[in-house]
C-alpha cells in the first residue's frame, strides 16, 4: 500500500488472554507504565470506554533528548476502540497544526484464549503533511514499540502503580 513507508509494527505473544492485556491499554495509568520511551510521567482521567475518549498525559521530552521542550500536557484522544481487539488513538498537545500521527495495538486470541498475540502499531500515513514530510517523523523506531511490548508483557503479569 502507498501508505507502508509511514507505519512500524512489532509484536509479541503475551501468556494472558486479551481481556486483560485490554484493561492495561484502557488504562490511562497503564499507558504510562509500560512507555519505554520514559516520556510518560503520568495521566488524568478515567478508563477509556469507547472511541472519543480523551485522557491528559503528563510528558517530559527530556527522557528523548531531541528538542527542547520541557515537560507539557499532551490528550489521547481515542479514535478505535474494540473491546479485547484493538484499541488506538492520537495526540492533541502543545504542537500545531496537531500532528496526526495514530498509535495502537491490535490482539489476536491464541491457544484458545490463553495466550495473545499483541501488534503494537505507530502510523503516520495520515499526519498533516507538514509534519509527515518533515524527516521528523516517526518520532519512535520500531527498537521502543518491541521495548514496550516487553513491558506491557510485565505489567500484565506483575500488575503496575496507578495514580
Known amino acids: 500500500s502507498p501508505a507502508a513507508g509511514y507505519r512500524l509494527e512489532a509484536r509479541r505473544v503475551i501468556a494472558a488472554n486479551a481481556g486483560r492485556v485490554f484493561a492495561v491499554l484502557c488504562d490511562p495509568d497503564g499507558h504510562v507504565a509500560i512507555d519505554s520511551s520514559g516520556m510518560l510521567q503520568s495521566a488524568e482521567g478515567p478508563v477509556v470506554t469507547s472511541e472519543g475518549d480523551r485522557f491528559v498525559v503528563h510528558m517530559d521530552r527530556e527522557s528523548l533528548g531531541d528538542y527542547d521542550m520541557g515537560e507539557y500536557d499532551v490528550t489521547v484522544i481515542i479514535t ?27 490482539l489476536i486470541p491464541l491457544d484458545g484464549g490463553d495466550r495473545t498475540e499483541v501488534v503494537s502499531y505507530y502510523d503516520w500515513a495520515d499526519a498533516h503533511p507538514d509534519w509527515r514530510e518533515s524527516g521528523v517523523l516517526p518520532v519512535l523506531d520500531a527498537s521502543a514499540l518491541k521495548a514496550t511490548l516487553g513491558i506491557l508483557d510485565r505489567a500484565v503479569r506483575r500488575g503496575y502503580v496507578r495514580g
Open 80 to 106: 478505535r476502540f474494540e473491546p479485547g481487539a484493538e484499541i488506538a488513538w492520537t495526540i492533541d498537545g502543545t504542537i500545531k497544526p496537531p500532528i496526526g500521527h495514530t498509535y495502537g495495538y491490535r
